[in-house]
Antibody, heavy 120, light 108 residues
Framework: QVQLVESGGGVVQPGGSLRLSCAAS????????MHWVRQAPGKGLEWVAFIRYDGSNKYYADSVKGRFTISRDNSKNTLYLQMNSLRAEDTAVYYCAKDWHKEPYYFDYWGQGTLVTVSS | SYVLTQPPSVSVAPGQTARITCGGN??????VHWYQQKPGQAPVLVVYDDSDRPSGIPERFSGSNSGNTATLTISRVEAGDEADYYCQVWDSSSDSVVFGGGTKLTVL
C-alpha cells in the first residue's frame, strides 16, 4: 500500500533554515508528480510546491517562491523541501502528497504531516 | 490568481442531505476535486474530476460542476461525516494548485 512518511520538522528561529523529507513506498515513485501542502494551526490547506515525476519542472506558491526549493531523489524514493529565510507565518503542518499523474492534477495520497514551528 | 469560495460552515441533521458549494469564475471549465479532513488527520480524497469517487468512498458522496459553482453532495449524512471539506483545482494560468477556504460540516 502507498505510504508517505514525512520527517525533519521542528522548531527553528525566524530567518533560519530547515529541510523536510518524505519517504515514499508502495508505488513507483519515479512515475508520479509530488507536492508539498501545508496547514497553519486552525487554518485551511495551502499548496506549497510541486515537482514533476522526473524533476524537470517545479512550481511554487507565491508565498514561498525564492525561499523554498522542492527536489526529489528517485533512486531513494524521497521527496525534499528545503526551506530558507523562514518566517513566523511559515509555521504549519507540512504534508507530502502524491499526485495522481506525472503533471499537477489532484492528490490521491497524503502523508501524516510534520510540524514546523518558526519562533524565537 | 484564481479564487475558490466555500461557505465556512454547513449543518445538517443525520439522514439528511448536505450540499457544500465551491464558487469560482467559470469553474465549470475546470476539473474540481474534493477532500475530507477530520481533526488531527491528513486529508482524504472523496471526489475527483467533478464527480468520480475513489475506491472505498461511499456512494453517498457525489459531485457536480457547472457554470460558476461546483457542489459536493453527501446523502444520508452520518455522524462520521462530520469534518472539514476542501475543494481544489489546478489553475493553469498561474501554474498553481488552488484550494477553497474549507467548509466545516456539522452533523446536528
Amino acid at each position: 500500500q502507498v505510504q508517505l512518511v514525512e520527517s525533519g520538522g521542528g522548531v527553528v528561529q525566524p530567518g533560519g533554515s530547515l529541510r523536510l523529507s518524505c519517504a515514499a513506498s508502495g508505488f513507483t515513485f519515479s512515475s508520479y508528480g509530488m507536492h508539498w501542502v501545508r496547514q497553519a494551526p486552525g487554518k485551511g490547506l495551502e499548496w506549497v510546491a510541486f515537482i514533476r515525476y522526473d524533476g524537470s519542472n517545479k512550481y511554487y506558491a507565491d508565498s514561498v517562491k525564492g525561499r523554498f526549493t522542492i527536489s526529489r531523489d528517485n533512486s531513494k524514493n524521497t521527496l525534499y523541501l528545503q526551506m530558507n529565510s523562514l518566517r513566523a507565518e511559515d509555521t504549519a503542518v507540512y504534508y507530502c502528497a502524491k499526485d495522481w499523474h506525472k503533471e499537477p492534477y489532484y492528490f490521491d495520497y497524503w502523508g501524516q504531516g510534520t510540524l514546523v514551528t518558526v519562533s524565537s | 490568481s484564481y479564487v475558490l469560495t466555500q461557505p465556512p460552515s454547513v449543518s445538517v441533521a443525520p439522514g439528511q442531505t448536505a450540499r457544500i458549494t465551491c464558487g469560482g469564475n467559470n469553474i465549470g471549465s475546470k476539473s474540481v476535486h474534493w477532500y475530507q479532513q477530520k481533526p488531527g488527520q491528513a486529508p482524504v480524497l472523496v471526489v475527483y474530476d467533478d464527480s468520480d469517487r475513489p475506491s472505498g468512498i461511499p456512494e453517498r458522496f457525489s459531485g457536480s460542476n457547472s457554470g460558476n459553482t461546483a457542489t459536493l453532495t453527501i446523502s444520508r449524512v452520518e455522524a462520521g461525516d462530520e469534518a472539514d471539506y476542501y475543494c481544489q483545482v489546478w489553475d493553469s494560468s498561474s501554474d498553481s494548485v488552488v484550494f477553497g477556504g474549507g467548509t466545516k460540516l456539522t452533523v446536528l
